[in-house]
T-cell receptor, first 115, second 114 residues
Framework: NAGVTQTPKFQVLKTGQSMTLQCAQD?????MYWYRQDPGMGLRLIYY???????DKGEVPNGYNVSRLNKREFSLRLESAAPSQTSVYFC??????????????FGPGTRLTVT | AQSVTQPDIHITVSEGASLELRCNYS??????LFWYVQSPGQGLQLLLK??????LVQGIKGFEAEFKRSQSSFNLRKPSVHWSDAAEYFC????????????FGAGTTVTVRA
């Protein structure tokens, strides 16, 4: 199992450019999440998808859109990038761990810089 | 609304010494609590979690945490720190599994000196 994978690992954009961050999981999990991580602020939830075909806003959704393409894939789109969106983006999925209780599994992250 | 406070931004500890990281949460019902560790340039790895039952939970890498409902705390401890424990640590609180959203604290950076 690859777990949660994210592409790209690094990206530099100019203000106003658009791009899509890709995320895929091979654990057959229903729920998937996008977070951003900024220094001194921990992780903040951007959007989540409780199941295939549904998406909901998290704490900081402005400037982003998401698509739950299928059960495996959950993409995050920046339509017009702004310097305030410079951050590290993490995708996660939720499923049962070895103990039988739910937990979130995180991808390695995408470091995005907007100039 | 759920929230997490990690009062210590940065802690420096000597190798072999004990470590305690503080976490206070605000949550309206029974919380689901987690500690994650992030090494530089890496993603987040789950150290341990509390859902119910025994309030002292054991995790990986020799870490443990104690849930104290009366103090709204979930502090992380390790008796003897190794240099490889240098990382950033995040406490998180989640809602009921059917609406499973996590709120993270701002993190505590741990530096280990020889």
């Amino acid at each position: 199992n690859a777990g949660v994978t994210q592409t790209p690992k690094f990206q530099v954009l100019k203000t106003g450019q658009s791009m899509t961050l890709q995320c895929a999981q091979d654990m057959n999990h229903n729920s998937m999440y996008w977070y951003r991580q900024d220094p001194g602020m921990g992780l903040r939830l951007i959007y989540y998808s409780a199941s295939e075909g549904t998406t909901d806003k998290g704490e900081v959704p402005n400037g982003y859109n998401v698509s739950r393409l299928n059960k495996r894939e959950f993409s995050l789109r920046l339509e017009s990038a702004a310097p305030s969106q410079t951050s590290v983006y993490f995708c996660a999925s939720k499923g049962r761990g070895t103990s039988g209780s739910y937990e979130q599994y995180f991808g390695p992250g995408t470091r995005l810089t907007v100039t | 609304a759920q929230s997490v406070t990690q009062p210590d931004i940065h802690i420096t500890v000597s190798e072999g010494a004990s470590l305690e990281l503080r976490c206070n949460y605000s949550y309206g019902a029974t919380p689901y609590l987690f500690w994650y560790v992030q090494s530089p340039g890496q993603g987040l790895q789950l150290l341990l979690k509390y859902f119910s039952g025994d309030t002292l939970v054991q995790g990986i890498k020799g870490f443990e945490a104690e849930f104290k409902r009366s103090q709204s705390s979930f502090n992380l401890r390790k008796p003897s720190v190794h240099w490889s424990d240098a990382a950033e640590y995040f406490c998180a609180v989640g809602s009921f599994p059917n609406d499973y959203k996590l709120s993270f604290g701002a993190g505590t950076t741990v530096t280990v000196r020889a």
